[in-house]
């Protein structure tokens, strides 16, 4: 096992076991993964402690934990090892889109949007391989984690390129058995007497924005029932638990086939999210990256 691990104990090499072994949070785990022996892959990390001078993984009985150099470290890792696959993938290529595309949508938007899309393009780009992860944590892309993602919302300033893709207007629904048995709000401030489901990942605290006359309020609103995603909100909606804000992307289907009527809309103040596509710009985009984000803009719109 030493001796597979000396041959290859590049620095690349070193990059790649060290993402193992924070990825797969142990010595033997990563072990398994690159075919070396525990202890192999522990003075592995030793000898690149050693080199750096510096701590990168705490380790217990029951752990590894990184330090703040080994976050930088790993961060580093991710985007050299991309780089270099996406140099060794553009020679290759030489003009043709292939290889691993990583790509990252929010659940509820990924999946009834993005991923219905995916077979065509497959089609499109047979060469390509698609790798999607749908979650709705943010994915460091600048670190290499992915290679797109597809976002909502305002962008912070990064080194990122975002390209538009499409909008969400926000809307207030409630099931029909709902409203039987609780009344329809006629009014905003008729919400204070209603179970309204809010988002969980909100750090403020949760307000519903309405226009009345001209003017701009927000209201602060209670409810049992959090979820982390729209259409959680909106299946929650439907089975009469209470009144929810959503994307209305997230729930088309059952606003249409009436299990969701929408409420309020009078007082709509008729905000938007940007649905925007996030990736690595630059003259050395790998062509696969382009093609997905040009089919993206065409076909999410």
């Known amino acids: 096992m030493d001796a597979k691990l000396s041959s290859g104990s590049d620095r690349a090499s070193a990059l790649a076991l060290f993402i193992a072994v924070v990825e ?8 398994r993964q690159l075919g070396l022996s525990p202890s192999a892959v522990a003075r592995a990390v030793d000898r690149i402690e050693a080199r750096l001078g510096v701590r990168l993984l705490l380790r217990s009985t029951r752990a590894l934990a990184l330090t703040a150099e ?20 553009q020679i290759a290529d030489q003009g043709s889109p292939r290889g691993r595309l990583r790509v990252t949508a929010a659940l509820s938007h ?8 995916l077979g065509k393009f497959a089609e499109l780009y ?19 984690q992915a290679d797109v993602a597809v976002r909502f919302g305002p962008l912070p300033d990064s080194s990122l390129t975002a390209r538009k893709l499409g909008e969400s207007r926000r809307v207030i629904v409630a099931s029909p058995d709902y409203l039987a048995r609780h009344g329809t709000p006629q009014e905003p ?24 006359d001209g003017r701009d309020f927000a209201l602060s609103v209670r409810g049992n029932l959090e979820a982390n995603n729209g259409e959680t909100l909106g299946q929650l909606a439907a089975i009469g638990v209470g009144v929810a ?22 007082f709509n103040p008729g905000d938007v999210e940007q ?16 093609v997905f984000v040009d089919f993206l803009a065409v076909n999410l719109r």
């Not at 990924?110 to 899309?117: E, M, T």
């Not at 709705?136 to 600048?142: F, H």
């Not at 804000?245 to 009078?266: D, H, M, T, W």
């Open 245 to 266: 804000r959503v994307g209305a992307f997230s729930v088309v289907e059952e606003i249409a086939s009436g299990a969701l009527v929408p409420l309020l809309e009078p």
């Open 24 to 31: 797969r949070g142990s010595f033997s785990a990563a072990g």
């Open 189 to 212: 401030e008729d919400l204070f007497a209603h179970n309204c489901l809010n988002f969980s990942f909100r750090r403020s605290e949760p307000v519903w924005p309405f226009r009345r």
């Open 275 to 290: 649905i925007h596509a996030i990736f690595v710009g630059g003259t050395n985009m790998p062509a696969r990256v382009r």
């Open 110 to 117: 990924g999946r009834l949007f993005v991923v219905p899309l």
């Open 70 to 89: 080994g976050r930088t470290y790993l961060q580093a890792a991710r985007r050299i090892l991309a780089d270099l696959d996406d140099t060794e993938q």
């Open 126 to 144: 047979p060469e390509i391989l698609i790798d999607i992860v749908l979650t709705d944590s943010l994915v460091d892309i600048a670190a290499g």
